[in-house]
């Protein structure tokens, strides 16, 4: 299995910041999917993933993250990435699923942008 860590290190009511480090790949996506919805299910449908030190990304991991933005839809809450790699977001663009999942230059501009009127918005 490929070095792969997933660390929520924000978590403030509805909302959780989530570190991913490594390949995101048939190995390892499991594993994300699974972590990112315990992450809902323990409360935080608002779920920003930070992306800046994922190294690969293939299909799987892609259809991993529809599959955490469509349960954090699910729960009534959004996802965001942060940090998206080059790669990453063009496939995003391409797909046209960056219009679905926004994505941010850091973890600190997608926290900055979660303000509490989205919450509200989604009531």
Do not use: N, W
């Not at 790949?25 to 323990?42: F, V």
């Not at 790669?87 to 900055?112: I, Y």
Request: net charge negative.
């Amino acid at each position: 299995m490929t070095d792969f860590r997933f660390t929520a290190q924000h978590t403030d009511g509805d909302l959780a910041l989530a570190h991913v480090v490594g390949d995101l790949d048939i190995t390892t996506a499991p594993h994300l999917r699974a972590q990112a919805l315990a992450l809902i299910d323990q409360g935080h449908r608002h779920l920003i993933l930070d992306l800046g030190a994922v190294t690969f990304c293939d299909s799987t991991g892609f259809s991993a993250l529809v599959g955490i933005y469509r349960c954090a839809k699910t729960a009534d809450g959004t996802l965001a990435l942060a940090a998206v790699p080059d790669r990453l977001e063009r496939l995003l663009d391409l797909t046209g699923l960056s219009a679905l999942l926004p994505a941010h230059p850091t973890a600190a501009h997608a926290l900055v942008a979660h303000t509490p009127s989205q919450d509200t918005a989604t009531a």
